[in-house]
């Protein structure tokens, strides 16, 4: 099954800035996702990032606030724009390469904004 | 709308307890159901089940899918402490490859 690096890992990040969250895979995959997991919660699919075309969008969630880029079949960026304190959630990528292992999940970015 | 529910959302139990969680679903074109352990961050992978009564296992864990009642259960044996963490499921659509829909979770608390 693919590996998936992420990274930050954490981050403390200060109200109305912006961060951005890497995903590399070591292998070539077709499809890369993005969750989302707030406090006490479950994951929550953001988005699905397309190699070489616009990401598409969940219902509630807009590229202005992520926009999200995949130039690449090995490569993906989440961006959370104008941050707020409702914002702190653990960030995560997955590829949808269906395995005998099923979906891989990177390690995962635990995001506070103060 | 495609949803997935948890039962129960915590329990505490002693190691060497056996526990059985629950996981039922409604989704259109159903695909596969998958179980994930999450400890920290990254929820790592246990099993896939697409067919109706068979079930998988790996050591002290095991899995079946009820395709008909849209449930499947997650059982853990004698369990360890190790064994504390949020036990996830989700399902896929067979039209939305990759895309999950997971449930709340269960919170299984092992003490020594």
């Known amino acids: 099954s693919a590996v998936i690096s992420q990274k930050p890992s954490r981050d403390i990040c200060q109200r109305g800035t912006s961060l951005t969250i890497q995903c590399q895979v070591d292998s070539q995959v077709t499809m890369m996702f993005w969750y989302r997991q707030q406090p006490g919660q479950s994951l929550t699919l953001i988005a699905t990032?397309?190699?070489?075309?616009?990401?598409?969008?969940e219902s509630g969630f807009v590229i202005d606030k992520f926009p999200i880029s995949r130039p690449n079949l090995t490569f993906s960026t989440l961006t959370v724009s104008n941050m707020s304190p409702e914002d702190s959630s653990i960030y995560l990528c997955?590829?949808?390469?269906?395995?005998?292992?099923?979906?891989?999940f990177g390690s995962g970015t635990r995001l506070t904004v103060v | 709308e495609d949803k997935v529910v948890q039962s129960p959302l915590s329990l505490v139990v002693h190691e060497g307890d056996t526990v059985t969680l629950n996981c039922s679903y409604e989704?259109?074109?159903?695909?596969?159901l998958l179980w994930y352990k999450q400890e920290k961050k990254a929820p790592t992978f246990l099993f896939m089940l697409t067919s109706s009564g068979i079930e998988k296992k790996s050591g002290r864990l095991s899995s079946i899918l009820d395709k008909k009642e849209l449930f499947s259960i997650l059982n853990i044996t004698a369990t360890q402490t190790g064994d504390s963490a949020v036990y996830l499921c989700a399902v896929e659509a067979r039209n939305n490859t990759g895309k999950l829909i997971f449930g709340q979770g269960t919170t299984l608390q092992v003490k020594p």
């Open positions: 989704v259109t074109n159903f695909r596969s």
């Open positions: 997955s590829v949808g390469d269906r395995g005998r292992y099923g979906y891989t």
């Open positions: 990032a397309n190699q070489g075309s616009e990401a598409t969008y």
